[in-house]
């Protein structure tokens, strides 16, 4: 018997799937985690990136956002959203965008929106940030989730990310895969 938690547990397998050469575009809390988890054991060279415009960041705290001050205090260096979004992002430099989910379907598809009807839900929820521009333009989407029934669903309630099949029925055959969908066992 351990003393892990499964979130604890599902942090440190997504971690261990990432590499030293990797240019990962961080989502807060479980990926940020990870990703801090890997560049201070077995991936030090890992440039981290975060939607605020931070590249190659090594908080000495996790951060509680991406405004968070810490983000910029370590920084290589800062530039501006677009610039971010526009050159670094959709210009094909990440190789894995890292996302949390509240849902996912078996499609790939990603809500971080609300759950149940958008204009009387049930759960609001942060929203997509970058989310759906990371899930789009990066090399490989790690997902970090808790497996629970209302989370892994047949049809999500509101599409914030594409998924893979969205994709294809667009007349886009070579899309990115996803490479790792880390999963914790919750009770229900």
Known sequence: MTNFTPTEMMTIAAARALSNDDVCFVGIGAP???CNVARLTHAPDITLIYESGTIGTAPEVLPLSIGDGELCETALCTVSVPE?????????????????AAQLDRFGNINTTVIGDYTHPKVRLPGGGGAPEIATSCGEIFITLKQATRSMVEKIDFYTSFGYKVYERMGYREIYQYALLVVTATKR
């Not at 971010?84 to 949390?100: A, D, H, P, Q, T």
């Open 32 to 34: 940020s985690a990870a």
């Open 84 to 100: 971010m979004f526009r050159y670094w992002l959709m210009g094909g430099r990440i190789s894995i965008g890292f996302l949390g």
